[in-house]
């Protein structure tokens, strides 16, 4: 076997073989194909796409690069995974809740990806953290605390990490196929009893359409259970930004709002709804109501923000983080509000937009290698149906530098559309697939 006939296959829309997708995989991990042909693979795969059963050699093809893990606790081992939005923060309140319910949770991430923000860095904005475990102390902290929020080491699914990569920087991030064996790659390895996927949907996400968001739904859920861990998929809506900012500190900031009882709102019920079906699945609720109030329950008891500020003291956090939160995070120098130039009612946000105005302040990144400013983003982001005066902000933009806030405001004003009539504003939860 070798990566042209791979590639010939692909560009004659022809569906590899398991042995080829499995050499590929074991190539893409250790070396084997130049970082020219890991780009082909992935636009080839894009482009034409995988068969079913393709998607699922792949899948654990990705999964069998690296090691994979088994765990000797007692209670399930579960976790979630998102598919990508904006002010998208759910992971950093859902793992703790469930840890409080129970569960255990050893959360492997990633990076921000296209316009959406991501987990790892939303953490290691907090001072001294590190979400790079070895598996020794990953066990150990699962252990002690009930969850941890880390990157996959480099014996985790090394073929994603590679292919990962490639993805951000060559155009393919939005390919079903990779987004399937990607995410489910890292997540199978970590030995799960259960998963609940959140597959997004509209502005904000990287499926626009409900289509798209089923169709990855399925890809997703059939792939997992395939696989023989218990897998259900919520299709929630992303027309707007989850939490009202985006950008790294300053999602850390709306988590232990909520974490702390100052704040309520989607994020609380995306977690209920997520969080209730993986209790109710792994045997830790009677249905996914009861489930849904337990999640509830352990954010606002307190129990869940105890998790969180001992998860993040034993990956390097602060012990006091979460009763001193806001002398931690990093704070722009540049602050800026996007008034608005009318009356009105927002009507549409778009979310990509968005994300894009805060990976073009650096709190994302266009090439791999780029650093990312943790205290930059928007705040304050006006919700869809909210009235606004003229003169009244749909924004507040937190920069380093006046040239950057100016563009940012540019994209913002486009990015908010205001009506003189109120929208419907779409129901958060959508549909329950798997």
């Known amino acids: 076997m070798n990566a042209r006939a791979i590639l010939a296959k692909l560009r004659h829309r022809q569906t590899p073989t398991r042995e080829e997708l499995a050499w590929m995989a074991q190539a893409l991990a250790d070396g084997g194909v130049s970082d020219a042909q890991a780009g082909a693979f992935a636009m080839g795969v894009c482009l034409n796409g995988l068969s079913d059963v393709g998607r699922v050699a792949l899948t654990l093809a990705m999964r069998d690069s690296g090691r994979v893990l088994s765990w000797n606790l007692n209670g399930p081992v579960l976790d979630k995974h998102s598919t990508g939005g904006v002010g998208d923060c759910v992971s950093l309140v859902l793992a703790p809740a469930l840890a409080a319910c129970g569960a255990y949770v050893p959360m492997i991430s990633g990076r921000g990806l296209g316009h959406t923000g991501g987990t790892l860095d939303k953490l290691e904005a907090v001072p001294g953290l590190t979400t790079q475990l070895d598996e020794g102390r990953l066990r150990d902290v699962v252990a002690k605390v009930g969850c941890a929020i880390v990157g996959a080491t480099a014996d985790i699914a090394p073929a994603d990490r590679r292919l990962y990569a490639v993805r951000d920087v060559s155009s393919t991030v939005d390919s079903l196929d990779l987004i399937t064996a990607s995410i489910l790659s890292k997540k199978l390895a970590a030995g799960l009893d259960g998963l609940v996927l959140d597959v997004k949907v509209g502005s904000g996400a990287f499926m626009k359409t409900r289509a798209e968001a089923q169709a990855l739904a399925e890809a997703l859920t059939k792939t997992a259970n395939a696989a023989k861990c218990r897998t259900t998929a919520i299709i929630s809506d992303m027309s707007q930004p989850l939490v009202p900012s985006l950008g790294n500190a300053l999602e850390v900031a709306e988590v232990m709002r909520v974490l702390n009882g100052q704040a309520t709102g989607p994020i609380v019920d995306i977690c209920a709804a997520l969080g209730g079906v993986l209790l109710t699945n792994a045997g830790l609720a009677g249905d996914v109501q009861d489930g849904a109030d337990a999640i509830v329950r352990a954010i606002r008891q307190g129990h869940a923000a105890e998790r969180f500020g001992r998860m993040l003291a034993a990956q390097g956090g602060p012990v006091s983080f979460v009763e001193n939160w806001q002398r931690f995070l990093p704070e722009a120098t540049v602050i800026r509000e996007v008034k608005a130039e009318e009356d009105g009612y927002v009507a549409r946000i778009d979310g990509e937009?968005?994300?894009?105005?805060?990976?073009?302040?650096?709190?994302?990144?266009?090439?791999?290698?780029?650093?990312?400013?943790?205290?930059?983003?928007?705040?304050?982001?006006?919700?869809?149906?909210?009235?606004?005066?003229?003169?009244?902000?749909?924004?507040?933009?937190?920069?380093?530098?006046?040239?950057?806030?100016?563009?940012?405001?540019?994209?913002?004003?486009?990015?908010?559309?205001?009506?003189?009539?109120?929208?419907?504003?779409?129901?958060?939860?959508?549909?329950?697939?798997?």
């Open 353 to 434: 937009a968005l994300g894009l105005a805060v990976v073009g302040l650096g709190g994302g990144r266009v090439v791999e290698s780029d650093r990312v400013d943790p205290a930059v983003g928007l705040s304050d982001v006006a919700r869809l149906g909210a009235r606004v005066a003229k003169g009244q902000p749909l924004a507040v933009i937190h920069a380093s530098r006046s040239d950057e806030a100016e563009a940012a405001q540019r994209a913002v004003r486009d990015a908010i559309t205001l009506s003189g009539s109120s929208p419907r504003v779409p129901d958060l939860i959508l549909e329950r697939v798997g």
